[in-house]
């Protein structure tokens, strides 16, 4: 059973390897990122306003973000564990997440911190969005999330260093060799995948 998080910047790597370690450690990968996207997708309330945001390179409000994360970690699937992908990115989040464990008797067990160079990630994010088709990843936006990531997230590096729970990896690489260095990272902490 682990509960996990994985940090970084826009064009990190995230979600290429929450998708890997969510099916190596049998939890499910909870994305806000694909939340809000299929919520936009399908046109509903809440999607529009995320949009709204998202196209500005700005962050959802913690409220509507708070709220999401907690229904879906009340999912059958995510009792045995998690693996957060883009939440919590600000302080006031990582306290509501906290109240929310704390209330079932949790805590994260690591945090997993991808670095990578700032200039890589942008051009990382430019070719992504030609290949999807993503209009929320103009070259513009893609530098304001950037900034954004660094007044907001990069302050949670150093809180969730103090509890001792934050391994950082090289987000540069291969796809294989930033999994690898991963789960090395995770197998010093315990963390390991469970017997098949």
Request: glycine share 10%; hydrophobic share 40%; no cysteine.
């Amino acid at each position: 059973m682990s509960r996990l998080l994985i940090i970084g910047p826009p064009g990190a790597g995230k979600g290429t390897q929450a998708a890997r370690l969510s099916v190596r450690l049998d939890v499910p990968a909870v994305s806000t990122g694909d939340i809000f996207r299929d919520n936009v997708r399908n046109g509903t309330e809440l999607g529009v306003l995320a949009k709204s945001y998202m196209d500005r390179g700005e962050y959802v409000p913690d409220s509507v973000t708070d709220d999401l994360v907690k229904d879906r970690l009340s999912a059958a699937d995510a009792t045995g564990g998690f693996l957060l992908d883009g939440y919590p990115r600000t302080i006031a989040q990582v306290r509501s997440l906290d109240e929310y464990l704390a209330e079932r008797g949790e805590s994260l067990d690591a945090v997993i911190q991808l670095t990578a160079d700032h200039e890589e990630t942008v051009q990382r994010l430019l070719r992504r969005a030609k290949e999807q088709g993503r209009s929320d990843d103009t070259e513009d936006v893609i530098r304001r999330r950037l900034e954004v990531y660094a007044e907001q997230t990069a302050p949670l590096i150093d809180l969730f260093a103090s509890r001792g729970v934050l391994v950082s990896v090289d987000g540069l690489g291969s796809i294989d060799e930033v999994t690898d260095r991963i789960v090395q990272a995770l197998d010093g902490l315990g963390i390991t995948a469970p017997a098949a």
